[in-house]
């Protein structure tokens, strides 16, 4: 069978922004520009016109033979200034408006709904609601905009009851705050790895992962930098380096728990990738639609061999429906 032709069971990594005009004029910092699509967000503008066109994305999974897509916020939206009941009123918009979205595409869109990690007692509010209405489904991003991590015991009421429900969560980076890397657009090309890789290490070496198994969590962009500092950190575990608890399993064991997009951009780091989660654990992600996804999943894959396609196209995505499944039918 051609790349070319070959279904795509599930993307997991879609972004789109619900538009709802009448609501979004009651948040301060945020305005939309119907005639121009445009909508600026906290001074930053986001013009990407397929961003708040459902139909594009709906389109563009027909060309690519993509059955699902769940799509989630893109990161101009995660507004991790917002606090309480301020925090929560943003995210109810950015939730409803995905699940409304996603309502009516007949099962081809799913929404992620969105975690704000910089109020975790707000994000366990809304996932526990969510739980309760039958949603499993969420994305959440890999850090606080803070120095708070989520290995922080303030996230831990959030983990237990995603656990509980085994819950899929998809981790996405936001902005990463280092100035040395506004040049050469490399708060993209090296800023998101990085902040997805610092997320990974304290769900480790804080014991998340360990306490938590049944959570089904995702990283985009093959989990940052982790497939190439997960040595380091098993050497870190075995040497007791400070701060390390050397009773809890090692990051070795922890990291076939989780799971990664295949976002790679190269076979030689999708293949570091699959030995370091496994390589039933890498799914297809496309982070459309941007430019640094896989918006040509077939022609940018092409050159990858045909068992490894097939794992991130049909096989591995199955296997993740089926495990959320059971975790449906048992909770």
């Known amino acids: 069978m051609k790349a070319a032709s070959q279904q795509i069971v599930l993307d997991v990594h879609a972004h789109l922004v619900p538009v709802t005009d009448h609501r979004l004029n009651a948040f301060d910092g945020v305005a939309w520009d119907g005639t121009a699509s445009v909508m600026h967000v906290d001074g930053h503008a986001i013009g990407m016109k397929a961003l708040f066109q459902p139909e594009a994305l709906i389109a563009w999974m027909d ?11 893109p990161p101009p939206l995660y507004r991790q200034q917002l606090r309480g009941s301020d925090a929560r009123a943003w995210v109810d918009y950015i939730n409803h408006g995905l699940d409304a979205i996603a309502a009516r595409t007949e099962g081809r869109l799913n929404a ?8 975790p007692a707000i994000a366990a509010s809304i996932a526990s609601q969510a739980i309760a209405n039958g949603h499993f489904r969420f994305s959440m991003p890999t850090g606080t905009a803070d120095e708070r991590t989520l290995g922080d015991q303030a996230f831990e009421p959030l983990w237990a009851m995603l656990n509980q429900a085994g819950a899929f969560v998809f981790f996405h980076p936001g902005e990463c705050a280092d100035g040395r890397l506004r040049s050469f657009y490399l708060t993209n090309l090296l800023g998101n ?4 890789s610092v997320a990974i290490a304290h769900l480790i070496f804080a014991g998340v992962l360990e306490r938590h198994p049944d959570i089904a969590m995702c990283f985009a962009h093959g989990g940052g930098l982790a497939p190439m500092l997960a040595g380091r950190w098993e050497r870190g575990h075995e040497t007791a380096r400070p701060g390390i608890d050397t009773t809890r399993q090692a990051p070795s064991q922890l990291l076939r728990g989780i799971h990664v997009d295949c976002i790679c951009h190269s076979e030689a780091a999708a293949a570091l990738a699959e030995e370091t989660v496994g390589s039933s654990n890498v799914l297809f992600g496309s982070d459309w639609p941007f430019p640094m996804g896989l918006i040509e999943p077939h022609r940018q894959m092409q050159s990858y061999t045909p068992e490894r396609r097939n794992r991130y196209l049909a096989s591995n995505p199955l296997r993740l429906l089926d495990r959320i499944r059971k975790a449906r039918s048992e909770s």
């Open 63 to 73: 060309e690519n033979r993509v059955n699902q897509a769940w799509i989630s916020a």
């Open 112 to 119: 992620l709904l969105h975690l704000p990690t910089q109020d």
């Open 193 to 196: 790895p990085y902040e997805s």
